[in-house]
């Protein structure tokens, strides 16, 4: 038997289906049509693989440009890159990783300001490098700190490690915005 309706019923029934009031569902009903789409295959997960490589791209990408800023020789004025002819390798080491430093800050700084709304996850990592900074340079700049040897050099390393790490993420967080 097939069931049809006539263009009357039809004008009546869209006027009775236009007078229903706008309610959503419960959530329970969208929960259970997306695992019923996943079941049959019609929707499919994102995987995070994904965005592992293309952060892992944009990683390598950063440590390359960062390597290249480095070492093209566009220092600042009064900031002496050491060489292999310094006697004293430890003030070498630490006169480097200061303007390491001092660069990968230049480069934050050059960055456009943070997005304001951002993933939970991202700020809250954004934020736990950050607080880890703040604590190196409470440790290098407290005065009655006493050092041993090749401590100082740590801290440095240290500092240079995690601003990599800060830079690369604003950097990916930025390309992210500018679409």
Known sequence: MICALTADEYVALRKGLDQLPQTMPPRYVWQNIREQA???GLFVRPTVNGHRKWYAGVGLAAAALM???LFTGNQQPGVVVPTGEVTNPDVSNLTFLQAQSRQLEREIRSLPAEPKV???STV???SEIEERIAA???QLNDPEARWAEGDREIFWRERVRLMNLLLQLRY???QRTAY
Do not use: G, P, S
Request: charged share 20%.
């Open 124 to 126: 809250a990592t954004l």
């Open 136 to 138: 190196i340079d409470y």
């Open 172 to 174: 990916a967080q930025a």
């Open 67 to 69: 390597a290249a800023l």
């Open 118 to 120: 951002a993933r939970a």
């Open 38 to 40: 996943e079941a049959e």
